[in-house]
């Protein structure tokens, strides 16, 4: 929904035009799952998908929140009663938003917010990263807080962590925030450095796809955090603050001491040093403008989300069996898992080819059709008016 039209929604609902209106986009994780959380390396690139927020301010301690997409009426809170796990549902995103900002010292006396995505959701495309980041920015920019991007995703993050109780790391809210347009970012999760690196494919004869299963999956219950505390109970055992401390030349050995750990941290610690391994292989090549290298370094981290991290699915594995075996020089599946989507490498001249064999798989198992639709790197959180 573009910027105008949330806005004449915002006056419709509230009666007043807004001070403003601001978008944060949806995105997709070329490379490193998992591993936020355990301070490594990502690489996501946000999508032209995008939650745009109509805001004003109030100063009578209420805080009144609307989605043009879900079912039912204005939600009404007080904002010096919102409190970690007392909502439920997509309000909670814009509310921990306002709860974070304050418990971090900033006066939010109340807002009037409207909101609209286009960023699909339960698709691993991080629809509630996109709804907190563009009421962060929102926020900042009303109140002159002064906040940069990076602070902004941290203050999301600790939202969706301690608000919403979802334990997710800060690559979602990162990209959301940072992403620029025609680069993915190079982040290190440990200190928040980043890199914006050149991904224009079109310019190399290359597209990459987003295969949306439709599949629903919820961060919220409970396997997420399964592999985070088997992460967590790894490193313990290796006496490493983090996985990240873990070097890939030492993984044999590091798997070795674990020997007297149950299996799921074993292979939770593999996947997440080997995956930090890929993220640095990646950015390799990249600089060395060797794209098309990247594709089966993102069938290997695939691999590793199915059989040792065990979050992948059926449909997630019949996209990458079915696109490899039409051409794509690569694929795996992106985000959280047990469900949502998958990226597929393909040069553009195949694209339709691909595109055509994954569908015809669908039907063949008999799944829902899926979404497919090239995932354009854009820029990240701005206001429109």
């Known amino acids: 929904m573009s910027g105008p039209s949330v806005a004449d929604g915002f006056e419709e609902l509230y009666g007043a035009a807004p001070e403003g209106v601001w978008a944060a986009p949806g995105r997709v994780n070329l490379i490193g799952e998992y591993t ?83 960023v699909p959701t339960g698709a691993g495309l991080s629809s509630s990263a996109a709804l907190e980041v563009v009421t962060a920015l929102a926020l900042n920019d009303l109140h002159e807080l002064g906040l940069s991007a990076p602070e902004l995703a941290v203050l999301a993050q600790r939202a969706e962590n301690a608000f919403v109780g979802v334990p997710c790391g800060v690559m979602d809210q990162m990209a959301s925030a940072c992403c620029t347009d025609g680069h993915a970012l190079y982040l290190d999760t440990r200190d928040l450095s980043q890199r914006q690196v050149p991904f224009d494919l079109a310019a190399v004869g290359l597209e990459l796809l987003v295969v949306d299963t439709r599949v629903k999956h919820s961060l919220g219950d409970g396997a997420y955090a399964e592999r985070r505390a088997a992460c967590e109970t790894g490193a313990r055992a290796l006496g490493a603050r983090t996985l990240r401390e873990v070097e890939y030349a030492h ?118 059709a899926p979404r497919v639709f090239p995932a354009v790197p854009s820029r990240g959180a701005h206001r429109v008016s």
Not at 298 to 312: A, I, N, T
Not at 338 to 345: E, K, M, P, T
């Open 251 to 368: 993984l044999p050995a590091a798997l070795e001491r674990l020997a007297g750990e149950a299996e799921n941290v074993r292979r939770c610690v593999r996947h997440v040093v080997s995956d930090n391994h890929r993220v640095e292989r990646v950015i390799g090549l990249l600089d060395a403008g060797d794209v098309r290298a990247v594709g089966p370094v993102l069938v290997e981290g695939h691999v590793s989300l199915r059989d040792d991290l065990r979050v992948s699915c059926a449909e997630l594995d019949l996209v990458v069996s079915s696109a490899v075996a039409a051409g794509a020089l690569g694929a795996r599946m992106t985000g959280g898992g047990f469900g949502g989507s998958a990226i597929v490498l393909v040069e553009t001249a195949d694209a339709d080819t691909v595109t055509k064999a994954v569908l015809e798989a669908f039907a063949t198992a008999g799944h829902t």
């Open 36 to 118: 936020d959380f355990n301070d490594g390396f990502v690489m996501p690139l946000a999508l032209p998908h995008t939650a745009v927020a109509a805001v004003s301010r109030r100063t009578d301690g209420v805080l009144r929140v609307h989605s043009a997409d879900t079912p039912g009426g204005v939600v009404r809170l007080a904002v010096d009663e919102l409190a970690p796990l007392s909502h439920t549902g997509w309000a909670a995103y814009p509310a921990g938003v306002v709860w974070a900002l304050r418990e971090a010292g900033h006066e939010i006396p109340g807002a009037d917010i409207h909101l609209a995505s286009t």
